[in-house]
């Protein structure tokens, strides 16, 4: 068995069926693994950002859901704008980073690139219908790095975001803890 620690990052603005279903495929293909959801900070650019707040409690109910082995950590909460994933990761060494396969076509982008990736694990879920290989083939850092990352290409490919969720506002993209919390708060009402 693989022991690891795992940080899964993001808005969660707010937290999906398919942040709920990647976490709960992780801590069954890892029964050794420690996952820790990451928030990201109210400084993230991101439409309709709720608080820092609302985002940990419905992470919160998430983790409830999931059992003991998933947590929350606060690492991000007082982070000025202009820190990154590399920052963070860097105090979390030996930690595996979870990404979309839309998030790795556009890692060249991220803050402290080509470090961020020479310097971290990834785990790496299908999205959207990407060739991730192809991902690699096309970019001379990842592909030189290749072994940085885990791709887990037996998950399903979920049609399901936190924007498509505030577009649609359809409660079956969220878990019915999270959509009774949204609707408790008065949450993405514009």
Same mark, same amino acid.
């Given at each position: ?19 709920y279903e990647i976490a709960r495929y992780l801590l069954q293909k890892y ?80 803050? #402290?690139?080509? &470090?961020?990736?020479? =310097? %971290? ?7 959207? *219908?990407? +060739? $991730? ?6 970019? #001379?850092?990842? &592909?030189?790095?290749? =072994? %940085? ?7 399903? *490919?979920? +049609? $399901? ?10 409660k079956l993209y969220l878990l019915p803890e999270v959509a009774?919390?949204?609707?408790? *708060? ?5």
């Amino acid at each position: 068995m693989i022991e690891l620690k795992i940080l899964f990052g993001g808005s969660f603005n707010p937290p999906t069926l398919a942040h709920y279903e990647i976490a709960r495929y992780l801590l069954q293909k890892y029964p050794q693994a420690e996952l820790y959801f990451l928030p990201a900070n109210n400084f993230y650019e991101k439409d309709n950002l709720k608080d820092y707040h609302y985002r940990r409690q419905m992470v919160d109910l998430v983790c409830k859901k999931l059992g003991i082995r998933a947590k929350i950590n606060d690492f991000e909460l007082n982070l000025g704008k202009y820190y990154g994933t590399w920052y963070t990761l860097k105090h979390f060494p030996e930690a595996y980073f979870v990404i979309g396969a839309d998030n790795l076509q556009t890692l060249d982008t991220w803050i #402290k690139y080509p &470090d961020v990736v020479c =310097d %971290n694990k990834f785990i790496v879920f299908p999205r959207n *219908n990407i +060739d $991730i290989e192809a991902v690699f083939r096309k970019n #001379k850092v990842l &592909d030189e790095y290749r =072994d %940085n990352f885990l791709v887990l290409e037996d998950f399903p *490919n979920f +049609d $399901i975001s936190s924007s498509i969720y505030r577009k649609t506002k359809d409660k079956l993209y969220l878990l019915p803890e999270v959509a009774e919390f949204i609707e408790k *708060n008065d949450l993405y009402k514009e």
